[in-house]
């Protein structure tokens, strides 16, 4: 057969007043460009697992002619998050219409299973390692089932094929993914993270990890890698083994974890050594009201609060940078929020931040809390959920004071004074952990 895979991603934004106002910002800008520039590690693994009498092409979505699609594909899979979910939809129907069979995946489609359907020969459900060679081989006899279910089916890491790096036009790309988890132990009500897919915290052998970066490495050879992980360093004795033997290579990386990376300062060595430049932490909220009740199994972000401006600290004093991720308009918000978020930006002495509007993405317990009060305002446009554009009634604030409010909070942080204060006072910081070395 030939198989084309089509990933669809970068950041879409409905809102044109801020998208203009992110023209011009440079974190704001520098942000979004890493966003767009990744591929997808999921049909890239999907490929490595591919029997090689297939011939498989991986494009990105705008790299599809808009008018003049190719055809003579036997089978077509896209992937696909939620604000991507129409225009995923509109190729598949294009598709379809040329004589392809389409099979789509990923986060949307597991928890929208039947509205996929609509636009597809068939839908994988959940993690789409253990039901592909089940798609390959009814495609190859012409008998696609309407669903392939992989939920009960879960994927041993163990069995991790080798994604096909090699489909890859590098130079489209700033940075290339690697997985070395799959999860996360906590439950926040607004996440849509891998955690709709896997039912539990998983790592991946290192041996094979170190594989993947191998094999990126031949093909870029100082490469930036991310993670592809929703909270990396939540099993650190897997990471105190893996971090050794990355150390032995000429990488730099990215990654997304929790506060409470900064209580190992081993680790945090460890993590420096091996190239890590930067980690995205979820702090969520500056103050007690936006953090009490966000997650499912207890109030953990909330007990750490306090906690928060030495942890980054802690973090940054090793060279690595923090990138602080705020949610504006949770429950209990009020207009001081906007204040508070830049002043603790300030405090906290981040490096970088990312502010974003809570999102009712389907399949999470947000989604279902506001969709049981009425307070959707755009349900099933899903073109919205792009963590920019308010698709619901926020409490205690309307929604305009907390648009307004989130304009002007995007502008203040991402404006050239503010940008090169955080980059300031990050290099203070570490000349203080420097010198402080150096005397001991």
């Not at 132990?185 to 290192?206: G, M, N």
């Not at 990376?261 to 702090?283: K, N, R």
Request: charged share 25%; aromatic share 10%; hydrophobic share 40%.
């Amino acid at each position: 057969m030939w198989i084309l895979l089509v990933a669809l991603s970068g950041v879409r934004v409905c809102d044109e007043e801020l998208m203009q106002l992110g023209l011009t910002l440079p974190g704001f800008v520098e942000r979004s460009k890493v966003i767009a520039s990744l591929p997808s590690l999921g049909l890239l693994t999907l490929a490595g697992m591919t029997p090689d009498r297939h011939a498989v092409v991986y494009r990105e979505a705008d790299q599809l002619d808009g008018d003049d699609l190719p055809s003579g594909f036997d089978l077509v899979a896209l992937s696909t998050f939620t604000a991507q979910a129409p225009e995923a939809y509109a190729l598949a129907d294009r598709f379809r219409a040329l004589g392809s069979a389409v099979v789509i995946g990923g986060l949307h489609a597991t928890v929208m299973p039947d509205e996929a359907a609509a636009h597809a020969d068939a839908v994988v459900v959940g993690e789409g390692e253990p039901v592909w060679p089940d798609v390959l081989r009814d495609a190859e006899a012409g008998c696609l089932k309407a669903r392939y279910d992989a939920r009960g089916r879960e994927f041993d890491f163990a069995h991790s094929p080798m994604p096909r790096f090699d489909l890859l036009d590098l130079e489209r790309y700033n940075r290339i993914t690697v997985q070395a988890t799959r999860g996360c132990p906590w439950r926040c009500d607004f996440c849509a993270s891998s955690i709709r897919l896997t039912p539990r915290y998983k790592t991946k052998p290192v041996e094979r990890v170190l594989a993947e970066i191998d094999a990126v490495i031949e093909r870029w050879p100082r490469p930036f890698l991310e993670f592809a992980d929703d909270n990396s360093f939540a099993a650190r004795g897997y990471w105190k083994r893996l971090l050794p033997e990355l150390a032995k290579r000429p990488v730099r990386w990215f990654t997304e974890t929790d506060i409470s990376v900064a209580q190992d300062e081993e680790l945090l060595g460890l993590m420096a050594d091996a190239g890590c430049v930067q980690v995205l932490i979820g702090l969520e909220s500056p103050n007690a009201t936006g953090l009490d009740g966000i997650e499912l199994r207890g109030n953990w972000k909330l007990q750490q609060l306090d906690g928060y401006a030495a942890a980054v600290r802690r973090i940054q004093s090793f060279g690595i940078r923090v990138n602080g991720c705020f949610v504006v308009g949770l429950d209990g918000h009020t207009p001081d929020i906007f204040d508070a978020v830049l002043r603790t930006t300030r405090d906290y002495g981040l490096f970088d931040v990312q502010v974003t509007l809570p999102t009712p993405f389907p399949g999470t317990p947000f989604y279902d809390r506001l969709k049981a009060a009425g307070r959707l305002t755009h349900d099933g446009q899903w073109e919205r959920c792009t963590l920019f554009d308010l698709n619901f009634l926020p409490d205690p604030m309307s929604p305009d004071e907390l648009i307004r409010g989130f304009h002007g909070l995007v502008a203040e942080l991402y404006s050239e004074e503010e940008t090169q204060a955080r980059r300031a006072r990050f290099k203070a910081h570490r000349r203080l952990r420097v010198a402080g070395d150096c005397a001991a």
